[in-house]
């Protein structure tokens, strides 16, 4: 009888669903909205996955690095509704920057209110920036992403992306020249 109450007692202190995904939501959103390019597919994104990972809360406890792990889980969610979308019968045009609630950045912002003036151009040099990143093939955007604007480590990377550290290296390297060359070009205004 003691051994039931054992068990009992040590599912009661595991942290619940809330309490383990709360500190990562923020990241899952941030990187969602990179993936997909928009704040609506990135909510949908992140949805998507934690009702998921809700049905499996029992085991979420007994991951050790949770944060990798989810990101890992988010892209492979991210990657399959790309499979999905090409194989869709249905394509969806492009849609403009401009409508509302694109390019608008769930980023932090150091100032809460900086000048109009300011502000706009920041919130066109990210449309930029975020355009020139979607611009690049998925193995680059995604080590771009990851690495540059989520702050993990190429090791990190080997095991979330399950590729090599050279390969991340040289698609990395690749990535940057590209994305240095795309921005210079609209710099200059030849794109």
Known sequence: M???FAVLEKESSMPSFEELLTPHQAH???????LTGSEADGYDLVQDVLLKLYQRRAKLGAIEHLRPWLTKVLLRAY???CRKKKRSLVRLFNRKQGREGEGASIEDVACPHPPPDQQLEQESRQRQVMAAVNSLNRDQRLVCILHDMEGYSL?????????PLGTLKSRLHRARARLKMILSAQEEGTL
């Open 79 to 81: 990657l399959d509704s």
């Open 155 to 163: 090791p990190e990377l080997v095991a979330v992306l399950n590729s």
């Open 28 to 34: 899952l959103h941030r990187l969602a909205f990179r």
């Open 2 to 4: 003691e051994h039931v």
